[in-house]
Nanobody, 120 residues
């Protein structure tokens, strides 16, 4: 059974930085692409950054240049370094394995997420 545990969120002022971590268990972590998602109440969950098993990365346009996704396969952990944070980055952030062709509503292994609030 896959378990995903996110941490590192908090309250930060606009322009500030946070580093999120997500540790996975129950999978051969190094075999999978990983992604960071976020959700604002009333909105759909969206993918903001992804990293392949080989380390290639991809970003949502609105975070490109500000966010950096990385992974440490020895620690079964994926990170999201978030710089130059904006109020519109406020959301609950989750990690998961992106699955091509599978709607997010069919994913059944979400963690608890970590709240990021960007406010002065």
């Amino acid at each position: 059974q896959v378990q995903l545990v996110e941490s590192g969120g908090g309250l930060v002022q606009p322009g500030g930085s946070l580093r999120l971590s997500c540790t996975a268990s129950g999978i051969i972590f190094s075999d999978y692409a990983m992604g960071w998602y976020r959700q604002v109440p009333g909105n759909q969950r969206e993918l903001v950054a992804a990293i392949t098993s080989g380390g290639d990365t991809n970003y949502k346009a609105s975070v490109r240049g500000r966010f950096t996704i990385s992974r440490d396969n020895a620690k079964n952990t994926v990170y999201l370094q978030m710089n130059s944070l904006k109020p519109e980055d406020t959301a609950v952030y989750y990690c998961n394995r992106p699955r091509i062709g599978v709607p997010l509503s069919e994913y059944n292994d979400w963690g608890q997420g970590t709240q990021v609030t960007v406010s002065s």
